[in-house]
């Protein structure tokens, strides 16, 4: 045996030398952060659309009938042109037959795509090494951070994504050193790409544009700066033209109620919002805020106006002496695409500020959906800060070994790095309240068509809406678990052992007017705890036979606690775990006496449903019914 590998030990002995080792280590250190959030992605991901990720629907059937046309693709959702996200979508729903835990991968992938132009932003602009290295996994710590938990969970997300990853790539081919008309096509693409994602990636052309127009041209990136600058403006005329001059109008169900064929919203907003322009500048700088905020365990509600303002005048001030200040053409070339980066932040803040204020209340500015945004301003930041401190002339001086600043720059940087463990403990909580919520919701839409899912709870869509397309997405195959189309239990799999007494039971049963019958107890799944997904009510005659489900109860507490307020905008939960620990599992139900008839004298069993295994386990005591009506709650 020893012999015949001996021709191979060589050959792998070679292999292992060519490898840059000591980088790869580097690179896996460096984005440990998207290594951890994966394995939360993974763990927290639930195959069901959300809100208006429901529309998919129109496009699959048209997809699968092969009626599918550009106009589709091209066609508003609001304000945005979705074309790449659409695509992308029907690709993942074919080759993951229909599973959004596809799209939320991607949504990884196209965060660690703008890790990785992050990190070579910051080799360009500090060298290699080991600085650019602490401040990327700096930086990778909040392009990462589960704070931004429904951006990582929410499968229509791969839109609201994909115009920073565009808008950082962007910049690194523009203002990297290949020939102009390379760079150019390659921006072109790039800010394409991010336009028609979201309405943030119309920003992304006056940004490069800016970059490049203060570019030296001593710079790599300055050489044929202006054929370069006449193609830009010429191709984000052409796509920014397009963009609202094609059949601009409401295209989807869902666009704040107004009706398909109407004006989209953007029309109507920007009046009202410049009418209530102290709203919408409280908006506008609340979002600005949103990162610096979460950084600490208080209500960023009073606190992110603040922060908002102060990062907005660092930033302003900062963008001033780059563009008057710095005297060394090399180092303001380095600078510029930082500053174009944090410039269509600021601008993208804004135009979301107008858009946004007559809908939403300003406290909504601060929602974590907004940070993967706002976060890339003090990433721009941090980036002026360490080239000023470091001085590139001076950089040897500067960061000699065990030098004061040096050792200010370490201290400072721990100090940011060390702050992340807040906002990832919490996110990391608010991904499992997510979870939970998302598995409450496959059980109940899989009960669509015999109850109304309950909107706030399943965050889904209303219930009507839910009536409509759930049924379409099971006839394509795409629903997980598909629709129930009949009440008996033995659809899903039967514990024979029930629930503990502490993990579950019926307190108490009785009767209400015109004979209706109220349940209330409690359900309670272990590791992590949690609700039951769904808590089924069943009824059987007393001589045997089938059971068949009469009910699905109601949670009393309905949702999880958290922390702030402002992160309950799909769940409207309240702080009440310390309070009262266990009614946030209580749950309710109240059953019409004509659904008992045929049951008569019978059993009313209550049982937890484990939406993944799809198996139900019986809470241990139960509901006996005489045939005169009377209640016995009894343990078998």
């Not at 990297?176 to 150019?184: I, K, V, Y």
């Not at 590139?392 to 001086?397: F, G, N, P, S, T």
């Not at 997510?434 to 889904?460: G, K, T, Y």
Request: charged share 20%; net charge positive.
């Amino acid at each position: 045996m020893s012999d015949s590998l001996s021709p191979v030990r060589p050959l792998f002995s070679r292999i292992g030398k060519r490898i840059p080792w000591r980088a790869v280590l580097r690179f896996v250190v460096v984005f440990s952060p998207a290594w951890l959030l994966a394995y939360l992605v993974a763990k927290h991901a639930e195959n069901i659309p959300i809100w208006d990720g429901w529309q998919r629907v129109d496009l699959l059937e048209k997809w699968h009938a092969g009626t599918l046309t550009f106009a589709d693709l091209y066609a508003p959702h609001i304000d945005h042109r979705m074309v790449f996200p659409r695509l992308l979508m029907l690709f993942l729903n074919t080759v993951g037959d229909g599973d959004v835990r596809w799209e939320i991968g991607a949504i990884w992938a196209i965060g660690f795509a703008a890790g990785l132009g992050v990190w070579r932003l910051g080799i360009r602009t500090l060298g290699p090494g080991i600085w650019s290295s602490g401040v990327v996994f700096l930086c990778n710590l909040w392009i990462f951070s589960p704070i931004q938990y429904d951006n990582w969970l929410w499968p229509i997300q791969t839109s609201f994504m994909l115009p920073m990853t565009c808008l950082v790539w962007a910049l690194v081919v523009t203002c990297g050193p290949a020939r102009w008309w390379l760079r150019a096509l390659s921006g072109i693409a790039l800010a394409t790409v991010g336009t028609l994602s979201f309405s943030h990636g119309l920003f992304i052309w006056p940004a490069v544009f800016g970059a490049l127009l203060m570019m030296p041209r001593e710079a790599p990136a300055g050489k044929g700066k202006w054929p370069f600058l006449a193609c830009w403006t010429l191709a984000g005329a052409a796509v920014i033209g397009c963009y609202f001059l094609i059949d601009y109008s409401v295209a989807t169900h869902y666009s704040y109620n107004r009706p398909i064929g109407a004006p989209t919203p953007l029309a109507g907003t920007w009046k009202e919002s410049f009418r209530r322009f102290g709203d919408m500048a409280e908006f506008f700088l609340r979002i600005l805020g949103g990162p610096a905020v979460r950084q600490f365990a208080i209500d960023p509600l009073p606190l992110s106006r603040l922060f908002g303002t102060m990062a907005l005048a660092v930033y302003l001030g900062a963008a001033l002496w780059i563009a008057f200040g710095v005297r060394n053409r090399e180092w303001r070339a380095r600078l510029l695409p930082w500053m174009a980066l944090g410039g269509a932040v600021v601008a993208i803040a804004l135009g979301v500020s107008v858009g946004r204020t007559t809908i939403l209340a300003s406290a909504r500015a601060t929602v974590p959906r907004f940070i993967s945004v706002s976060l890339y301003l003090p990433i721009a930041l941090l980036a002026f800060a360490m080239a000023a401190t470091r001085g590139w002339e001076r950089a040897r001086v500067i960061f000699a070994p065990g030098g004061r600043k040096e050792m200010m720059v370490i201290g400072g940087l721990t100090m940011l790095a060390v702050l992340q463990v807040q906002p990832w403990i919490y996110g990391s909580g608010l991904m499992e309240i997510w979870n939970i919520a998302r598995r409450q919701a496959r059980a109940h839409v899989m009960f669509a068509e015999h109850w109304d899912p309950e909107p706030s709870r399943i965050l889904a869509y209303l219930p009507g809406e839910i009536r409509d397309f759930a049924p379409r997405l099971d006839a394509l195959g795409f629903l997980d678990p598909p629709l129930v189309r009949n009440l008996r239990l033995d659809q899903f799999s039967v514990s024979r052992k029930p629930m503990p007494s502490s993990s579950g039971q019926i307190r108490s049963a009785e009767k209400i007017k015109d004979g209706r019958i109220r349940l209330e107890g409690f359900s309670i799944f272990r590791g992590p705890d949690r609700p039951g997904d769904a808590v089924l009510l069943t009824a059987r005659k007393a001589e045997g036979g089938a059971r068949t489900i009469v009910g699905l109860a109601d949670y009393a507490g309905r949702h999880l606690p958290t922390q702030h307020r402002i992160d309950l905008q799909f769940t409207v939960m309240e702080p009440i775990r310390d309070s009262d620990p266990e009614s946030w599992m209580n749950w309710t139900e109240t059953l019409e006496p004509g659904k008992l008839t045929d049951h008569l004298p019978g059993t009313i069993e209550v049982w937890a449903l484990d939406v993944r295994k799809m198996r139900v386990y019986p809470l241990p005591n139960r509901l006996e019914l005489d045939a005169d009506g009377r209640l016995e709650l009894t343990q078998p």
